[in-house]
Each structure stands twice: as structure tokens, then as C-alpha cells.
């Protein structure tokens, strides 16, 4: 009896917990509008940083007012018209100064489009693996007189936008970027809601629920 008793009780509180993760999904709107919250300062940030035409020798300097706040920040470079990391923010990523971007394949559409037309950009969310986490970079180009001289990059942790919006609570989500998958969790199943955001550079689609 006693067991019998467990067991159901157990049953109860799944449903309970089941039933609050269902309440937690956030509307369209909501959702919406929280992404978009989200990444707004993230992007003022970066425009101020760029206007200050930072070089290899101030860049920490230039972004640590901006940096230091933001939840899930994981890494900034500074990026030369060529997309070869000329500086970083941390100092223990300085193996990366000198890589040539260029030799990534999945960022080949994003600089195309900012040598054509230089504009802020919003990657989709990386995988990650065993020695990177999962991450989202943005991107803003440096002008001087019309002309790309550099690129300002920032590189936040998934988790933390996940979390600041909301899609950490929700059952099962989904997150497709130009077409392609790129992040999920849990499975949609058939009754599910979704949103598609015009981004910097990029488009999401978001199905959740």
C-alpha cells in the first residue's frame, strides 16, 4: 500500500512539473520581442566600440566598459578587412591572433556579404564540442571614410540566451538559421508554436513549445 502510495504520488508531481514547463512557454509576442531585447545592446555595444576605430593596442581598452557586464560573455576580437584576427579581448586566447577566418567554411556567406555591403552580423548558434561551448557570435564592421578597416566581434555563451529570453524553460525547442539546424532540445512533437526573426544578416526561425 505504502508503495502504491509512492508511486503515485511520484505520478502527481511529474504531471505538476509537465503541466508548470507547459505554462512556461512564452507567447510569440513575448518571444519575440525578447530576443530582439536581447540582442539590441548587445549591437549598440558593438557599434560604439567600432566608432572609436580601435586598434590592436587599445581594443581591450575600448571594450572593457562594454564587456564587462554582459551575462555569458565568452570572448571579443578584433578583425582586420582581410577577416584575420589581428587582437583579443582575453588574453589567454592569444593563440588565436594571426588565424585567417577566412578558412572556416561556415562563414563564408557572412563575409561575402561584408566585404559587398559592410553591416552588423548575427551568426547562428555553434555547436560547440569538447573544447569550445556552445556560443553566438555578432559582428560589427569599422568604417573609415565608407571604406571596411576592420571588424569588432563578440562571442556570448548559448545558455545565456537561452536563459535571458525565456527558451530555457520551455518543453522542446528548436532553432533553424538560414535554413539549417542549429540548435534543439527535446522533441516538438506536432503542437508546437514558432516565430521567424529578420536579423542582423540572418533570419531564425524559432519553434517551441
Not at 512564452?26 to 531585447?37: I, M, R, T, Y
Not at 581598452?61 to 570572448?75: A, R, Y
Request: proline share 5%.
Amino acid at each position: 500500500m505504502k508503495r502504491f502510495a509512492l508511486c503515485l504520488m511520484l505520478l502527481l508531481c511529474t504531471g505538476l512539473f509537465n503541466h508548470g514547463s507547459a505554462l512556461a512557454a512564452p507567447s510569440e509576442g513575448d518571444l519575440s520581442k525578447a530576443v530582439q531585447n536581447y540582442f539590441a545592446p548587445l549591437f549598440a555595444g558593438l557599434e560604439s566600440a567600432a566608432e572609436q576605430q580601435p586598434s590592436v593596442d587599445n581594443f581591450r581598452e575600448v571594450m572593457k566598459p562594454f564587456v564587462s557586464d554582459i551575462d555569458g560573455f565568452f570572448g571579443s576580437t578584433l578583425i582586420d578587412s582581410d577577416f584575420v584576427i589581428r587582437q583579443v579581448y582575453r588574453r589567454r586566447n592569444f593563440l588565436a591572433v594571426g588565424y585567417d577566418l577566412k578558412k572556416v567554411k561556415e562563414l563564408d556567406y557572412f563575409w561575402d556579404r561584408m566585404n559587398m555591403s559592410p553591416s552588423p552580423q548575427l551568426s547562428e548558434p555553434g555547436h560547440g564540442s569538447l573544447l569550445q561551448p556552445r556560443l553566438i557570435a555578432m559582428r560589427y564592421p569599422v568604417l573609415k571614410e565608407g571604406q571596411l578597416t576592420g571588424v569588432v566581434s563578440l562571442m556570448i555563451r548559448t545558455k545565456a540566451f537561452l536563459k535571458a529570453t525565456g527558451l530555457d524553460q520551455v518543453a522542446a525547442y528548436r532553432i533553424v538559421c538560414r535554413g539549417q539546424e542549429a540548435e534543439t532540445k527535446g522533441e516538438l512533437g506536432n503542437d508546437y508554436r514558432q516565430i521567424t526573426l529578420q536579423l542582423p544578416a540572418n533570419e531564425w526561425l524559432i519553434q517551441y513549445r
